[in-house]
């Protein structure tokens, strides 16, 4: 799995909740900050451990609330007559790792 397949299902999964949640600015920004980190990687291999060098560090519960968003956006979908069986899948995956 690439950063890039991970920030696409993130971007997913954050279209999808602000069409339903109302975003609290601390969770905007942890949004923005998310796809930011992930988008500035151009999947190369050889800068992957220089730009984890030069990211800013994220704390545990920073880290926990982005997890806690994921698996918020997975109930919703779930919970959709006609929800996205792909996204879905891809948001199990992530929720069991």
Same mark, same amino acid.
């Given at each position: 799995?690439?950063?890039?397949?991970?920030?696409?299902?993130? *971007?997913?999964?954050?279209?999808?909740?602000?069409?339903?949640?109302?975003?609290? *600015?601390?969770?905007?920004?942890?949004? #923005?900050? /998310?796809?930011?980190?992930?988008?500035?990687?151009?999947?190369?291999?050889?800068?992957?451990?220089?730009? /984890?060098?030069?990211? *800013?560090?994220?704390?545990?519960?920073?880290? *926990?609330?982005?997890?806690?968003?994921?698996?918020?956006?997975?109930?919703?979908?779930? #919970?959709?007559?006609?929800?996205?069986?792909?996204?879905? #899948?891809?948001?199990?995956?992530?929720?069991?790792?």
């Amino acid at each position: 799995i690439t950063l890039s397949s991970v920030s696409e299902i993130l *971007s997913s999964c954050y279209d999808h909740l602000d069409q339903t949640v109302h975003y609290s *600015s601390k969770q905007t920004r942890y949004q #923005q900050y /998310t796809i930011a980190q992930l988008d500035s990687d151009d999947g190369s291999d050889e800068d992957e451990d220089m730009n /984890t060098e030069s990211r *800013s560090q994220i704390t545990a519960s920073e880290a *926990s609330e982005a997890s806690e968003v994921v698996k918020m956006h997975h109930l919703y979908e779930e #919970q959709q007559d006609q929800g996205d069986q792909s996204l879905i #899948q891809q948001l199990n995956y992530y929720d069991t790792g």
